[in-house]
């Protein structure tokens, strides 16, 4: 293996394929990139086995060969080198490294150790822009479970239909549903860890993304890499069952002044008290509270009330998470009653769907 | 205690005196910022009992008072708070701050509780320019020892004399020195806690400061703001024996070409073979080699050699620290065999000086 590429290109690439690599895996050869130089290219691919990066960089090829090298060792060294022209040659698994007039030898790994790719045939695709699929990641993946006595949710379902693809993630306390219209043209249905939905985000810049689902994987594939992510088995809960309701209560408020009021008030909320805070809806104002062992604390919001007045708690986490995703200005509140889930739906935006789950109050009624 | 402040003044405020509160302190009492509402101005005074920090915020005061209030609590309330008034009214030790639409009520600790402020006279003073002393801190405080088994090295020398402050800070295996010329009008040896100056580096602005160091404190007097310190007792090492030597070796280098070489080759260097680099000086150029378990670097610098070639080994880490610290394009190198100390001087800067020990190899001179 001979080759020569830039440093810049060399180390885009490397940072790429390192988001691949798990830190805390026990065999050794996962904490190395798999270097392979082809033609026309040079390929670096990372592993930890429920993920895989393979991105291909710009060189010239003067002579085919894999390679495997420790992933944070040459992410350092690349780093470090300046802006100009890599050398980098391998003789059996001693690999020389020129820049200028610095000249590293550091010991490679047999290529053949490393984990061989999966076969994957490619029937299945569709193309999204990839601004938009960062937006629903974004929207969603947040609301996935760490419970991994429950694998189904922690991943977003991935829920394609012939006119439109419903990204929807659930943890028991809310539901996250952002939707994207006109993308597909056929139904499947796959669970996607919220793990390879978080390093893919990293790497979306412009442009489109086609993803290939087949059984068991789904490949995101960009221009000059691709992701492979294993997909989560099971069954996802009817989340559609959920999300109806009839609203006997709707609310018109700034997001803003809603979030901001929210974190204040959850400054009070020891995590012992579930970060609980009471809303009073009444009149043309929202009376947040939240009394704890620290403190007390009042907040209100103007907004328009639809409906009953209502009092209703919930833990300010969720109601947060929630907030900060959604971009309008403007969100409606949508309830039914203080035992019933609230619905937060963005003004402008009827793609996307935010539901969390009240908190019982000693009482019941939440007097 | 009753008074109105903007939410701006007070949160700059906060986080001044913040820097004298420990996150780690056991008692409960100095983990709260003793707030005084005085005739003209809210003063706000935080300990760890080795640092203690006050400042005095603008505000209107309609009463006068004393309440002691949880750091971190204040701070996030206030932080969270938007850019408006912000009214205070304490009730024995019920705290109620109001801000537009918003009201926390809190508990506060009894003002006597918390530490009296030491009663200091201020006769011996000189006055610096705060960005000299900001320079002279980051210049000298790295190089202080974390070892508290000897508590006069964790600490930076203020060599008062009657023309001139020496700054020295020294840990047994390098020793970093700045001047500052034409400040005082007495002699005096203070030894200032490195942890206390790396807090005053924070607040250092533009304008001047005044110095007051009186016996077993130093108070550090900006506009607004006081830090005082305790000082370290004891007998500092006799530095000037230590910087004596003469040359047989004189080299002038590019900084930046030279460190970032020997960033490079202490990738290699382990942490268990103490970083070791080998500088060799010959001809017209610097060879910098390091070779580990890992691997093996070669690295070359242009330079210029005046007296003897010399091959010489350091700790990596340790030139590194020197060098980052150095603003000048240029140094000098400045050496008398590969057992004695290596000088940097940058060429334009006459103010400053850094020494490190090198490190004898297996077979005595180096070879």
């Known amino acids: 293996m001979k080759l020569k590429i830039s440093q810049k290109e060399l180390l885009k690439h490397i940072n790429i394929a390192q988001k691949a690599v798990s830190s805390r895996t026990t065999i050794q050869i996962l904490e190395g990139i798999l270097f392979i130089a082809e033609e026309n290219c040079l390929r670096l691919v990372a592993t930890d086995l429920e993920l895989i990066v393979d991105t291909r960089a710009n060189c010239e090829i003067y002579e085919k060969g894999q390679i495997v090298i ?34 590293f030898n550091i ?60 990204f929807v993630a659930l943890d028991g ?12 043209e056929f139904e499947m249905k796959a669970i996607v860890p919220a793990r390879a939905l978080n390093e ?49 209560t709707v609310v018109t408020i700034e997001k803003r002044a809603l979030q901001m009021a929210l974190e204040r008030a959850s400054l009070m909320a020891k995590e012992d008290k579930a970060n609980l805070v009471k809303l009073d809806f009444s009149g043309n104002e929202l009376h947040i509270s939240s009394n704890t062992d620290i403190g007390k604390v009042d907040e209100y919001v103007k907004c328009e009330i639809g409906g009953e007045d ?8 969720y109601l947060l998470d929630g907030l900060k995703v959604i971009d309008d200005d403007d969100i409606t509140l949508n309830m039914s009653g203080s035992l019933r889930p609230m619905v937060f739906k963005p003004l402008n935006d009827t793609n996307y769907t935010y539901l969390v789950l009240p908190v019982k109050l000693a009482g019941g009624n939440n007097d």
């Open 173 to 184: 306390y809310r539901v996250s549903l952002d939707c994207l219209s006109n993308v597909s």
């Open 200 to 248: 893919v985000y990293k790497i979306l810049e412009e442009g489109e993304i086609t993803l290939n689902i087949i059984t068991g994987n789904i490949i995101f594939k960009l221009e000059n890499t691709d992701v492979y992510s294993r997909l989560i088995d099971g069954q996802y809960i009817d989340y559609n069952q959920v999300m109806k309701q009839d609203f006997s």
């Open 310 to 317: 209502l009092r209703i708690a919930f833990n300010a986490k």
């Open 107 to 166: 010991q490679g790994q047999d290529s053949n150790e490393f984990p061989s790719l999966p076969y994957i045939d490619k029937d299945v695709k569709l193309t999204l822009e990839q601004s938009e699929l960062r937006d629903s990641i974004r929207k969603t993946s947040f609301a996935t479970s760490m419970d991994q006595t429950r694998p189904d949710l922690t991943g977003v379902l991935f829920n394609i239909m012939n006119d439109r693809i419903e």
């Open 70 to 103: 420790n992933s944070s060792m040459i992410g350092n060294i690349i780093r470090k080198l300046p802006d100009a022209d890599i050398y980098i040659e391998v003789d059996d698994n001693n690999i020389n490294i020129k820049c200028l007039s610095t000249e």
